[in-house]
């Protein structure tokens, strides 16, 4: 009867200490204290003295503020540079000039359909109370994708299956690249084949130039390996773009 007691008292919130006081001193008090199960910081009262409640009422949210979580969206289309236990960086328009580290933890397994965004929660240290609940912020995500090509976005042409930039042979004279793309990094996209360091791409007026190919050919398309065109009007060409750089997001 004695253990069943004790069992009883658990089960109403008591600690060990208060049982055993209990039975030490052979009274009863008419109140009692109920002690948080968690340590930390209360968030919110939701109770005055004197209220009856029911069981499984909230009278405190109590939180444990040392470390809080950082919830990011994500979008789907740079969800493979994220992996969980990478560092993350957070800058806040309270502290500005200033950025906190984190550890990607968990990335959630569903994605939403309207934003095409996936959430990313990371863990970051309170800092001294220096970060609260409920603030807002930029969450910078890094990858490191060693060195390689990059051509501006406006270089490529996205037709089906194809991606097409045109490289330039001589003056004035361009020939269509099918090429692979990778990853993208700000408005230029990592090369994976199709072309080489130094080649000279067609950086802006692309389109122009595949469309003149098409008359000139008679084909519906330009995308033709060996084929070279002498575009009328002059367009910008690069070769800054296709040197060894480093690349990260």
Same mark, same amino acid.
């Not at 990094?185 to 067609?202: C, N, P, R, T, W």
């Given at each position: 009867?004695i ?8 089960? *109403? ?5 208060q049982?055993?006081? %209990?039975?030490? &001193?052979? #009274?009863i ?16 009262k939701k @109770? !005055? ?9 909230? %009278?405190?949210?109590?939180a ?6 950082? %919830?990011?969206?994500v979008?789907?289309? =740079?969800?493979?540079t994220?992996?969980?236990?990478? +560092? @993350?960086?957070?800058?806040?328009k309270?502290?500005?000039g200033?950025?906190?580290t ?6 959630y397994?569903?994605?939403n ?14 800092? +001294? +109370?220096?970060? #609260?609940? $409920? ?6 995500? &890094? ?9 501006p976005? =406006?270089?490529?042409? *996205? ?8 490289? #330039? ?13 990778? !990853?993208? *990094?700000? =408005?230029?996209? $990592? ?15 692309? *389109?122009l130039?595949?469309?003149?190919? !098409? ?5 519906p398309?330009?995308? !033709? ?7 009328t009007?002059?367009?910008k060409?690069?070769? =800054? ?8 997001k």
């Amino acid at each position: 009867m004695i253990e069943a007691s004790k069992k009883k008292l658990e089960l *109403f919130g008591l600690t060990a200490n208060q049982i055993e006081e %209990i039975k030490n &001193s052979g #009274k009863i008090n008419l109140t009692l204290t109920y002690y948080s199960p968690i340590s930390g910081t209360v968030i919110e009262k939701k @109770v !005055q003295e004197g209220m009856y409640v029911s069981e499984g009422t909230a %009278i405190y949210e109590v939180a444990e503020l040392s470390t809080l979580w950082n %919830i990011a969206e994500v979008n789907e289309s =740079d969800l493979s540079t994220v992996k969980v236990g990478s +560092n @993350v960086k957070l800058k806040l328009k309270a502290y500005p000039g200033e950025e906190f580290t984190g550890k990607v933890s968990f990335i959630y397994p569903v994605i939403n359909p309207q934003t095409r965004t996936v959430k990313v929660r990371s863990e970051f240290s309170s800092q +001294n +109370n220096k970060l #609260k609940p $409920q603030m807002y912020g930029e969450t910078i995500f &890094s990858a490191d994708a060693g060195k390689g090509l990059l051509v501006p976005a =406006d270089a490529i042409i *996205f037709s089906g299956n194809n991606n097409v930039v045109w490289v #330039k042979t001589s003056e004035g004279m361009f020939e269509a690249h099918n090429i692979e793309i990778g !990853q993208k *990094f700000g =408005d230029k996209y $990592q090369i994976l084949s199709g072309l080489k360091e130094g080649d000279e791409v067609a950086e802006s007026g692309g *389109f122009l130039i595949d469309s003149e190919s !098409q008359l000139k050919t008679g084909m519906p398309t330009g995308h !033709q390996h060996g084929t070279e065109l002498n575009p009328t009007d002059k367009k910008k060409s690069s070769s =800054d773009n296709m040197e060894g750089t480093d690349m990260s997001k």
